[in-house]
Structures are given as structure tokens and as C-alpha cells.
């Protein structure tokens, strides 16, 4: 089984330090929520993770299966099985989803995939995500309500199948029944194998998505791990009763 492992991560964004020695360890098939308060260096995280250029990892290790990927792009993490849900996914124009997701589904496969299997598994993936077909006709993101975006981004995880999801933010922008929707996905994908790193600084989608593991992020470090009750004690208490209680 894949393991993501955060090993004393500092970094910087210009010329900002934002993480200040973060320790983490996520295996395929667990489920794990990063909580923290605005500023505390979450976004940050996944940026990093991924390796998107404009921040600087100063300090420590990022490995998969041992492996230190700090030097790679983040087009060679992605093949290495990690995937990240944006907190503003951003407009494609020009691209439909459904030719995204074929090209890159090809793409991870070596391309050796049959675009009738790639149909019909499409196809059962939208039932699923109670999403209309024609909604893969549409240029990627372009016009997305807030929890057509993110329902989108659960589409390209079960099509996709990483082996560590990052998902920053999942709950932002979404209703009620979008959230349920997007949180139903995210537990199969979860019993499927996939590892889930989802960082929130609400408690509401864990009523939904049950955590087997809470950390949380203060100030660029983890502070705190937990179960999921951990989780209740932020809503009941706030992120300064649990530190400083």
C-alpha cells in the first residue's frame, strides 16, 4: 500500500515562511481530515505536496513509499499517484471534462485503454454522483456552480483512482445536498482503497465524512492528532480551547 510521508516540511511562499516543520503520515485507504483557522498554512500544504513552483520547500522530506519526489514536477507526483482537489478549481476553456478525463486517464494507463471500457465506466461514475451525461459535454469548470466544480473534481478521483487524494477545502461552495452528494463519493472512494487527506477548517462536512485520523494545523505546524472526536472537541471548544486546554 502507497504511503504519502511528511517529514519536518518547512517552506515558503515569496519569501514568506509558511510550514514550519509538519510530520505527517497518509497510507492508502485511510481517511484523514488536516483542520486549522484561516492563515494557519493548510492551502499551503497541498501546494506544496503537489509541486507547484511558486513555494519553496526550505527544510525536510516529502516521500512516497520512500521515495523524496521534492525534485519532481508535479505532472511526475501525479503519476506516482497523487492527485489534488483545488479549493477554486480553475476554469479550462476549450476542454470538455469528458476529453480531460479521457486524455488523462489514458495518459496514466500507458495508453493502453479502450475508450468504450472508458465510456461505460464513465457513464456508471455519473449515475453515481447523481450528475446529468450532458454535464461532461461542457468545457472543464467553465460556468461551474460552487458544487458543480467539486463534484467534478469526485468524478475525476473515481475515474482516475490516485492512490493519495488531497483535497483541499471540498466543502467550500457547496449546499446542502452537494455536500452530501460530494461526501457520499469521497467515503466510497475512501472503502476503495483511496487515501484521503481532506483539509477543511469546518466541522460540518466530517458529519458526513467520518476521519479515522484529525490533525490539526496551527502556525505552519501540527499541533495536535486525534480521532475523530478530535473533530468534536474543535466544534465545542475552538482551535485555541484545544491547544491551550
Same mark, same amino acid.
Given at each position: 500500500?502507497?504511503?504519502? =510521508?511528511?517529514?519536518?516540511?518547512?517552506?515558503?511562499?515569496? %519569501? #514568506?515562511?509558511?510550514? #514550519?516543520?509538519?510530520?505527517?503520515?497518509?497510507?492508502? +485507504?485511510?481517511?484523514?481530515?488536516?483542520? !486549522?483557522?484561516? *492563515?494557519? +498554512?493548510?492551502?499551503? /500544504?497541498?501546494?506544496?505536496?503537489? %509541486?507547484?513552483?511558486?513555494?519553496?520547500?526550505?527544510? !525536510?522530506?516529502?516521500?512516497?513509499?520512500?521515495?523524496?519526489?521534492? %525534485?519532481?514536477?508535479?505532472?511526475?507526483?501525479?503519476?506516482? *499517484?497523487?492527485?489534488? %482537489?483545488?479549493?477554486?478549481?480553475?476554469?479550462?476553456? +476549450?476542454?470538455?471534462?469528458?476529453?480531460?478525463?479521457?486524455?488523462?486517464?489514458?495518459?496514466?494507463?500507458?495508453?493502453?485503454?479502450?475508450?468504450?471500457?472508458?465510456?461505460?465506466?464513465?457513464? =456508471? #461514475?455519473?449515475?453515481?454522483?447523481?450528475?446529468?451525461?450532458?454535464?461532461?459535454?461542457?468545457?472543464? &469548470?467553465?460556468?461551474?456552480?460552487? *458544487? =458543480?466544480?467539486?463534484?467534478?473534481?469526485?468524478?475525476?478521483?473515481?475515474?482516475?483512482?490516485?492512490?493519495?487524494?488531497?483535497?483541499?477545502?471540498?466543502?467550500?461552495?457547496?449546499?446542502?445536498?452537494?455536500?452530501?452528494?460530494?461526501?457520499? !463519493?469521497?467515503? #466510497?472512494?475512501?472503502?476503495? *482503497?483511496? +487515501?484521503?487527506?481532506?483539509?477543511?477548517?469546518?466541522?460540518?462536512?466530517? &458529519?458526513?465524512?467520518?476521519?479515522?485520523?484529525?490533525?490539526?494545523?496551527?502556525?505552519?505546524?501540527?499541533?495536535?492528532?486525534?480521532?475523530?472526536? /478530535?473533530?468534536?472537541?474543535?466544534?465545542?471548544?475552538?482551535?485555541?480551547?484545544?491547544?491551550? !486546554?
Amino acid at each position: 500500500m502507497t504511503e504519502l =510521508e511528511i517529514r519536518n516540511l518547512h517552506a515558503s511562499v515569496n %519569501g #514568506k515562511k509558511i510550514l #514550519k516543520g509538519v510530520n505527517l503520515k497518509i497510507r492508502q +485507504g485511510e481517511l484523514h481530515a488536516l483542520m !486549522g483557522p484561516n *492563515g494557519s +498554512g493548510k492551502s499551503t /500544504l497541498s501546494y506544496v505536496l503537489m %509541486g507547484h513552483p511558486k513555494y519553496v520547500v526550505e527544510q !525536510g522530506e516529502i516521500l512516497v513509499d520512500g521515495e523524496n519526489i521534492i %525534485g519532481l514536477t508535479a505532472d511526475k507526483r501525479a503519476k506516482l *499517484g497523487l492527485f489534488l %482537489g483545488f479549493q477554486y478549481p480553475v476554469e479550462v476553456p +476549450g476542454v470538455t471534462l469528458k476529453n480531460f478525463l479521457w486524455r488523462t486517464y489514458k495518459t496514466l494507463n500507458n495508453g493502453n485503454s479502450s475508450f468504450v471500457d472508458f465510456n461505460e465506466m464513465l457513464s =456508471e #461514475k455519473l449515475e453515481v454522483l447523481k450528475m446529468d451525461k450532458s454535464f461532461i459535454t461542457r468545457y472543464l &469548470n467553465e460556468g461551474f456552480s460552487g *458544487g =458543480e466544480k467539486k463534484r467534478a473534481e469526485v468524478l475525476q478521483l473515481s475515474v482516475l483512482k490516485p492512490k493519495i487524494a488531497i483535497m483541499d477545502e471540498t466543502d467550500s461552495g457547496l449546499d446542502v445536498d452537494s455536500l452530501k452528494i460530494v461526501s457520499s !463519493g469521497i467515503n #466510497k472512494l475512501a472503502r476503495e *482503497g483511496i +487515501g484521503i487527506f481532506l483539509i477543511t477548517h469546518y466541522q460540518r462536512i466530517l &458529519n458526513y465524512v467520518k476521519p479515522e485520523f484529525v490533525h490539526i494545523l496551527i502556525d505552519g505546524k501540527v499541533v495536535k492528532s486525534g480521532d475523530y472526536r /478530535l473533530a468534536k472537541e474543535i466544534e465545542e471548544k475552538g482551535y485555541e480551547g484545544i491547544v491551550n !486546554g
